[in-house]
């Protein structure tokens, strides 16, 4: 008997509105707010890229690794993460919002209550992406690759499926290890280790 696979989840929209729209970021801002109940991300050249919920295996993986990089940066205390729910407005013009995120708390400092309460006008210094069965792998490379240009001191593309990690940083080449079962932030973050058993084989 043959079996065929089927995922329930949907690859993303993309829209495209330049040049006969082109919003702010405040406008983008208010965009997405009256749209809350969808994930929204804009390229830099002004394309709106819908993402729609992602199936609960993928979803529990992201709850892990927030949870653990989170546990870590209050150990650490040096900077704050966020979840995918986050966007950021970077230099080069995408609002992007990563799986997870890490950003320096000096960096936030320099910000107003104000800037704090939208959309971070920063790249985070860390961001790590999941893939998901419906992710096509080069737009997530070219979406990594994007992080270390506007200034991301460390990136990983994690797809599970294929038990790889893209590792990105500034001025190297991407490095892409097969089936590792920890993987560690420094320098960028000192004394974090992910160990990866629970996101290569989900405990369910």
């Given amino acids: 008997m043959t079996q065929t696979s089927l ?7 993309r829209l495209r509105l330049h040049p006969a729209i082109d919003m702010t970021d405040d ?3 208010e965009f997405c707010r009256i749209n809350r109940d ?3 991300e804009r390229t830099a050249k002004g394309d709106l890229i819908i993402m729609p919920p992602t199936g609960w295996e993928t ?14 940066a209050k150990k650490d205390g040096s900077g704050i993460v966020s979840d995918s729910s986050t966007g950021f407005n970077l230099p080069g013009g995408a609002n992007r919002a990563p799986d997870a995120a890490w950003v320096k708390r000096s960096r936030l400092a320099a910000l107003t209550p104000k800037e704090k309460r939208k959309f971070l006008p920063l790249c985070p210094d860390f961001v790590i992406e999941l ?11 070219d979406k990594m690759q994007e992080y270390i240009d506007n200034g991301a001191q460390l990136g990983w593309l994690i797809d599970p499926d294929e038990k790889r990690i893209y590792v990105y940083r500034p001025h190297s080449e991407v490095e892409c290890l097969e089936n590792p079962s920890t993987i560690a932030g420094e320098p960028v973050l000192p004394g974090f280790v992910l160990d990866l058993q629970d996101i290569w084989e989900p405990d369910f």
């Fill in 27 to 29: 406008q983008f801002y």
């Fill in 131 to 141: 893939r998901s069965p419906s992710d096509n792998l080069n737009d997530l490379q």
């Fill in 7 to 13: 995922s329930i989840e949907h690859s993303p929209l």
């Fill in 59 to 72: 979803g529990h993986r992201n709850s892990e690794l927030n949870a653990i990089l989170r546990n870590w």
């Fill in 38 to 40: 969808l994930r929204i």
